[in-house]
């Protein structure tokens, strides 16, 4: 009768919101020592470890099996180390609803997923109520977005907030989170290796063009790379490239806007590479391809259209290379980073 009652006057929506708020509130009252155990419930003392993270230390038992991911910069290292997550959140909404075939529907990554993943939102707020509804045992979020909604996250699973820009730092933590320590040392090592053999492939492309100019771009918005930069920049950085500034940028920010009249101060350049980022046209992700092209096509007109870009040297040697934002910045681990060297490979290799 109690259900019947409340039926009349709340739609199953709110009566979920409610059930949400709920949880989440008797979760908080708990002591730490009362969440751990609730975590723990199935699997009590089977191999437990305290993992160090931006918050500090959490305690995660045996091989976590329901993990919900904020982020690709997140999925990348956990899918590289041969493990599944349950649900995802991505920083746009690529893609609305459960990623039923995810890859068509995750960028870059999905072709490495096995199982459909339940959507749980935006990464930086997520839905408590879908996370809820997945039972998760360990969440995994980034320091700059999450950091606020750490306590509430813990409540409903043992959570590992991770700095974006400490790539073989957050692999290691995701390898013991996991229970797979080794695997992060042989992945560490493969990168190592596939960069040593890109820089030979490329040694002929920086002999002949070393000074690079780095932009990123939602042109005609223009924004100064430099070496200190990120994922994008230290790439062509082992690669042996040299970066190309005009006289006073050479200890400015890691990026800095910039006019397209002051471009001619580059003409030194012996190549360009444009790391583009245009997300405006993608209503609904078909595929990789299509994301890269949706990413970089208008970017590539306009660059090709504009007459000062286009009186540089480099523009009229055909040395400007277009790389997609998603690609070098958000996925700077194992995957992203094998995926990167390849794509300027066969960009610099196929124009040179």
């Not at 075939?101 to 870059?108: A, L, V």
């Not at 700095?163 to 229970?179: G, I």
């Amino acid at each position: 009768m109690r259900v019947q009652r409340l039926n009349h006057r709340f739609k199953l929506p709110q009566l979920m919101t409610l059930f949400t708020i709920s949880m989440v509130a008797i979760a908080a009252c708990q002591s730490p020592t009362e969440q751990s155990t609730n975590h723990r419930s199935s699997d009590i003392s089977t191999n437990c470890r305290f993992i160090d993270h931006r918050m500090g230390k959490t305690e995660v038992c045996g091989q976590p099996q329901r993990i919900v991911v904020l982020g690709p910069y997140l999925l990348e290292p956990l899918l590289a180390l041969g493990i599944q997550p349950v649900g995802y959140a991505d920083h746009e909404a690529f893609h609305q609803g459960d990623f039923t075939e995810p890859s068509q529907q995750i960028p870059y990554l999905g072709s490495r997923i096995t199982q459909p993943l339940v959507n749980v939102g935006s990464a930086d707020n997520p839905s408590l109520e879908a996370m809820l509804k997945i039972q998760p045992d360990l969440i995994l979020s980034a320091d700059d977005e999450n950091r606020a909604q750490y306590q509430t996250f813990s409540t409903i699973a043992p959570t590992l907030i991770l700095q974006y820009d400490q790539v073989e730092e957050n692999l290691k933590t995701l390898a013991q989170a996991v229970n797979r320590p080794e695997r992060s040392e042989q992945l560490l090592t493969k990168v190592e290796q596939q960069v040593i053999a890109a820089r030979q492939a490329l040694a002929p492309v920086v002999d002949a063009s070393p000074n690079v100019l780095l932009l990123h771009s939602q042109f005609p918005d223009l924004y100064l790379g430099n070496d200190r930069l990120d994922n994008c920049s230290d790439i062509l950085k082992a690669l042996g490239f040299q970066f190309l500034y005009p006289p006073g940028f050479e200890n400015t920010a890691p990026r800095i806007p910039i006019s397209l009249e002051i471009l001619p101060q580059f003409n030194a350049a012996d190549l360009i590479v444009m790391v583009g980022r245009d997300h405006g046209g993608i209503k609904q992700l078909s595929s990789t391809n299509h994301f890269e092209e949706s990413q970089l096509s208008k970017i590539k007109q306009d660059w090709e259209g504009n007459a000062i870009a286009q009186s540089l040297t480099a523009s009229q040697a055909g040395k400007v290379y277009f790389i997609p934002y998603y690609l070098c910045m958000t996925l700077p681990g194992p995957i992203g980073t094998e995926l990167y060297l390849e794509e300027l490979k066969e960009q610099l290799l196929g124009r040179s």
